[in-house]
């Protein structure tokens, strides 16, 4: 018994054909439709270049628009004014140069004068002997000194800057610096305590629970002094700290914030992100003196912030469980973790604290209540256990509250794991942490802390802890031997 073959239909006709597969979508086509169905790809194709070209022309014209770039400008105000101050400043000096000097000079030729009508009258009265004489050898030695050596002016090196520099920067959250670090290693076990260590009080050399930290680029150290509602800046270079932003009692006025946990420089701003918790708010604060806050964000149980290279804010909610992001202009952000209620699941939180947002724009959140770090890759639904989450506990597999949270540029995480009064390290991919500083128990000596709450890293690799019921913070070099 022979079986009928049965050729394979055409996709776009019912007719029993002879047809060729196109290698793209696999589908069977007549020779009229296979040509047809080239033809369409052709025509996407075409589409696709047509698209392309008119990317093209906007990237010319953004590029031809760069003379008039808003950031350019501001640059070439900046020189301008800068220049116009200089000017000003070198023309006063000159001036004032020139004053002391006139004044000095005739001084000596008022002396002169006076000097030539006493040798004019005793020549006229013919009245001197050897006694004259070396008197008025001894005065003229006098003028003669005088007029060799330069006036008594020197130039004063103001500790105040003329002009502030301007950098071009991307925005950025909490800075971790790539230099000299690596998977080897280590910092030196004792720490140097750069501000605080007194008993809390409202000094500027003192601290009252202290919690968040930022380091500029500048080695500019920003801390969030929490009792006594401020943020204190301190040079790292000059050993010299002020008040930037509060300090003017507990309140909500424009002067005021309220227990601040966390503070970020934005640089493209000049200015200050705090979380002001005691307000439930997350306020914009000028570095420029005598210009008060503004509030951004409200309605917030903050205690984290950061931002990404893009500008864009991230903020934990500790009641809320969860993190947003706010871009330019957002009102109500969005979830970019937790945001599932209360709980221990991965995509869950458990009153996330601080957090960190990588160049990928991946969040890590300290999840404090669980013991545990998070990852949260962008757009992901759920996150990843990267530290702890072992319970509570001191082994190197867990944490106890642990708060503030920094990520280099290997993906290492650092973890201020606060009552266990210790710093961990967790390689990228590892199960277990290693202790960096601290771990020697509660206490206030060089090498223990008493709640370690938050940490960030200079430009040199250096590590610096927030030691809170210490009122402290401590600085931990890198241990080169």
């Known amino acids: 018994m022979t079986t009928d073959y049965k050729k394979p239909q055409c996709l776009n006709c019912p007719k029993d054909k002879t047809t060729s597969k196109c290698t793209g979508c696999l589908q069977d086509f007549c020779y009229n439709h296979l040509t047809y169905h080239r033809q369409e790809l052709s025509r996407q194709l075409e589409h696709i270049e047509l698209n392309r070209d008119v990317v093209n022309q906007k990237l010319h014209k953004q590029t031809n628009l760069v003379s008039n770039d808003k950031f350019l400008k501001q640059i070439n105000q900046w020189e301008q004014d800068s220049i116009k101050i200089i000017q000003q400043t070198a023309n006063e000096c000159r001036q004032l140069l020139m004053d002391y000097r006139n004044q000095y000079y005739d001084k000596i030729e008022i002396h002169l004068k006076k000097f030539s009508e006493q040798i004019r009258e005793i020549r006229q009265e013919n009245n001197f002997d050897e006694t004259d004489l070396n008197q008025f050898k001894e005065k003229f030695k006098q003028i003669q000194r005088q007029l060799q ?22 925005s950025s959250g909490k800075i971790v610096s790539s230099k000299n670090i690596n998977k080897n290693t280590k910092w030196k076990q004792n720490g140097l305590t750069v501000i605080g260590g007194n008993v809390g009080d409202k000094k500027l050399n003192q601290l009252y629970f202290p919690q968040g930290i930022y ?27 002020r008040t930037i932003a509060g300090g003017n009692g507990q309140g909500n006025r424009i002067d005021q914030i309220n227990s601040p946990t966390d503070v970020i420089v934005d640089k493209s701003n000049d200015c200050l992100l705090i979380c002001d918790a005691g307000n439930r708010r997350v306020v914009r604060w000028s570095r420029r003196i005598n210009i008060h806050q503004e509030t951004i964000i409200n309605d917030i149980d903050c205690i984290g912030l950061t931002m ?13 469980n969860e993190v947003r992001r706010w871009k330019q202009g957002d009102i109500d952000g969005t979830i970019v973790a937790g945001g599932n209620g209360k709980g221990d699941k991965l995509n869950q939180l458990s009153c996330p604290t601080y957090i960190f947002v990588d160049e990928n724009y991946a969040v890590y959140v300290s999840d404090c209540n669980n013991n545990r770090v ?9 996150g990843i256990i990267v530290a702890g989450g072992q319970g509570q506990g001191d082994s190197l597999t867990q944490l106890s509250l642990p708060q503030g949270v920094i990520v280099d540029h290997l993906g290492n995480v650092y973890v201020a794991d606060s009552l266990n009064h210790r710093i961990m390290r967790w390689f990228k991919d590892s199960h277990e942490g290693s202790i960096v500083v601290g771990g020697n128990k509660e206490g206030e000596k060089a090498n223990q802390f008493n709640c370690s709450v938050s940490l960030s890293l ?3 690799g250096n590590l610096y802890v927030v030691d809170y019921n210490n009122h402290r913070v401590q600085k931990f070099d890198i241990d080169s031997s």
């Open 374 to 382: 998070m990852k949260w890759i962008k757009d992901a639904k759920e």
């Open 458 to 460: 200079d430009r040199h």
């Open 149 to 170: 050596q330069p006036p008594n002016v020197s130039l004063k090196h103001d500790m105040t800057p003329l002009i502030y520099k301007i950098s071009v920067v991307r």
């Open 215 to 241: 380091i500029d680029n500048d080695d500019l150290i920003y801390i969030a002094d929490y009792e006594n509602h401020r943020i204190v800046e301190w040079k790292s270079n000059m050993n010299i700290s």
């Open 308 to 320: 990404d290279n893009k500008g864009d804010i991230y903020v934990s909610d500790c009641l809320k």
